[in-house]
T-cell receptor, first 113, second 109 residues
């Protein structure tokens, strides 16, 4: 079955440490995205990529970095510069046509103490 | 500024009690409105896309409608398995998708 795999499901880190969240898709989608979800707020876009070796900042990119070396993979690094990193992180992919729905992974819950 | 507001924040229904969830939006140039269902601890699952005012889509007990300023998700005779958070999102340009905060639906048996 095609889908998006995020790992790990839960991640705990100490403040000041960088951490990388994994996202792999086998849907053959060109576009991939990272969203952050906090209680009581809508999903907020961190970064997106429409093609390999290219990506753009979303609304809340500060303190995060990404890479897109392969079509299937779009890892997100949460750096120590991110002031409030504890959140639920969702990776998504879509076809690049207009009005293509997003397909989401099952998220990684990051807790930084 | 593009905004998406969902109401109510939470809704508790008895099994079989029909109701509607609202998604109102103020955006410049709507390209599509999307409904997703999200179960606790999981990623959102796509339900519907609506493109233009007057359009309706149905899936089992769910029916989504769209006007120029809002969308409704009607739930007819809900069952406990319909309990979830329902998210609305609008696409305004390119890959810019704006999400509402969601409505948390609980259906009691």
């Amino acid at each position: 079955d095609g889908g998006i795999t995020q790992s790990p499901k839960y991640l705990f880190r100490k403040e000041g440490q960088n951490v990388t969240l994994s996202c792999e898709q086998n849907l053959n989608h060109d576009a991939m995205y990272w969203y952050r979800q906090d209680p009581g707020q809508g999903l907020r876009l961190i970064y997106y990529s429409q093609i390999v070796n290219d990506f753009q900042k979303g609304d809340i990119a500060e303190g995060y970095s990404v890479s897109r070396e392969k079509k299937e993979s779009f890892p997100l690094t949460v750096t120590s510069a991110q002031k409030n990193p504890t959140a639920f992180y969702l990776c998504a992919s879509s076809e690049t046509g207009v009005n293509s729905p997003l397909h989401f992974g099952n998220g990684t819950r990051l807790t930084v103490t | 500024e593009d905004q998406v507001t969902q109401s109510p924040e939470a809704l508790r229904l008895q099994e079989g009690e029909s109701s509607s969830l609202n998604c109102s939006y103020t955006v410049s140039g709507l390209r599509g409105l999307f409904w997703y269902r999200q179960d606790p601890g999981k990623g959102p699952e796509f339900l519907f896309t609506l493109y233009s005012a007057g359009e309706e889509k149905e899936k089992e007990r769910l029916k989504a409608t769209l006007t120029k300023k809002e969308s409704f998700l009607h739930i007819t005779a809900p069952k406990p398995e319909d309990s979830a958070t329902y998210l609305c999102a609008v696409q305004v340009r390119g890959n810019d998708m704006r999400f509402g905060a969601g409505t948390r639906l609980t259906v009691k048996p």
